[in-house]
């Protein structure tokens, strides 16, 4: 099983729908998550993290973290053409370290 | 802010030879990570300093590759030999925070396309 997956996509949804993300994760002593988006030729940059049960949101991105089920997910509302990218999750282990999913594949079709 | 520099932006070698990758952290960030993402590993943490010493290098592949920061300013990232398993997209990392804290963000550098034939 690998530390931190991710459904590769690619995720298609029409401009203005919702996409919902999804990550699972091994390591029940986690406690950070992180959403990182990344532009193809790109490098990643943050858009989100949690560290608590529950919903936090900012703007159109909602992050959700579940840790009795050790799931991460990440809403983006009003999906534009420009939220188009690989959309990485990232969980920092009880031990500090991060770990990377392969990223999920997104695409707002215009 | 110039943002975490890295250099080159793109490096094609042979086979057997060095590669030196070099990365400049944003000023006062006393934490700097190197990663290496291709498509069939995705992004992959090789090593990270605080305070210019390494703290975890248990991502690094093998012997063939070393890091350094010799300053806070300044690290490198080298590869001897190369070989073709090796091509990749090098990122740098640095943040303020350490790992763990509440305040913890990552900024990364453009990063560096090695290609090894």
């Known amino acids: 099983q690998k530390e931190v997956e991710q459904n590769s996509g690619p995720l298609s949804v029409p401009e203005g729908a919702i996409a919902s993300l999804n990550c699972t994760y091994s390591?029940?002593?986690?406690?950070?998550f992180f959403w990182y988006r990344q532009y193809s030729g790109k490098s990643p940059e943050l858009i989100m993290f949690?560290?608590?049960?529950g919903d936090k949101e900012d703007g159109r991105f909602t992050a959700q973290l579940n840790k009795a089920s050790q799931y991460v997910s990440l809403l983006i509302r009003d999906s534009q053409p420009s939220d188009s990218a690989t959309y990485l999750c990232?969980?920092?282990?009880?031990?500090?370290?991060?770990?990377f999913g392969a990223g999920t594949r997104l695409f707002v079709k215009a | 802010d110039a943002g975490v520099i890295q250099s080159p932006r793109h490096e094609v070698t042979e086979m057997g030879q060095e590669v030196t990758l070099r990365c400049k952290p944003i000023?006062?960030?006393?934490?700097l990570f190197w990663y290496r993402q291709t498509m069939m590993r995705g992004l992959e943490l090789l090593i990270y300093?605080?305070?210019?010493?390494?703290?975890?290098d248990s991502g690094m592949p093998e012997d063939r590759f070393s890091a350094k920061m010799p300053n806070a300013s300044f690290s490198t990232l080298k590869i001897q030999p190369s070989e073709p398993r090796d091509s990749a997209v090098y990122f740098c990392?640095?943040?303020?925070?350490?790992?763990?804290?509440?305040?913890?963000?990552?900024?990364f550098g453009p990063g560096t396309r090695l290609t090894v034939t």
């Open positions: 949690i560290y608590s049960n």
């Open positions: 990232a969980v920092q282990t009880g031990g500090f370290k991060t770990i």
């Open positions: 390591d029940r002593g986690s406690q950070s």
């Open positions: 000023s006062g960030h006393d934490y």
């Open positions: 990392a640095s943040s303020l925070d350490p790992p763990g804290s509440n305040l913890y963000e990552q900024y």
């Open positions: 300093f605080n305070n210019n010493v390494p703290i975890d």
